[in-house]
């Protein structure tokens, strides 16, 4: 499966955006997760959401802030991040999984464990 991210841009603080990622590919059957980079840091994760939308997960720092959400007819997954702050500032990117037993397994923020990558796009929070 390849995957586009899109959505980025620069905003203010305490703005909102967007992210979309669309996938391509016979099956969109995966657990569908988002993370970022920032400059000089390590990814880290941010938010998942298994098949069937039923099931969400989201790293501290942006639980209450962020919604991730899937269209599995589009074929796309997406990112509502409010309440943006200068530190959300980073390049995100969408993964995949097909390892169905992730949110069991607990490991839903470790990136090694994601099987396809998008390209990534920036967000810029000034402050």
């Known amino acids: 499966v390849q995957l586009q991210a899109s959505g980025g841009g620069l905003v203010q603080a305490g703005g909102s955006l967007r992210l979309s990622c669309a996938a391509s590919g016979r099956t969109f059957s995966y657990i569908m997760g988002w993370f970022r980079q920032a400059p000089g840091k390590e990814r880290e994760f941010v938010a998942a959401i298994s098949w069937s939308g039923g099931r969400t997960y989201y790293a501290d720092s942006v639980k209450g802030r962020f919604t991730i959400s899937r269209d599995n007819a589009k074929k796309m997954v997406f990112l509502q991040m409010n309440s943006l702050k200068p530190e959300d500032t980073a390049v995100y990117y969408c993964?995949?999984?097909?390892?169905?037993?992730?949110?069991?397994?607990?490991?839903?923020?470790?990136?090694?464990?994601?099987?396809?990558w998008g390209q990534g796009t920036l967000v810029t929070v000034s402050s």
């Open positions: 993964a995949a999984t097909r390892k169905a037993d992730l949110f069991y397994s607990g490991s839903t923020y470790v990136p090694n464990e994601y099987d396809y």
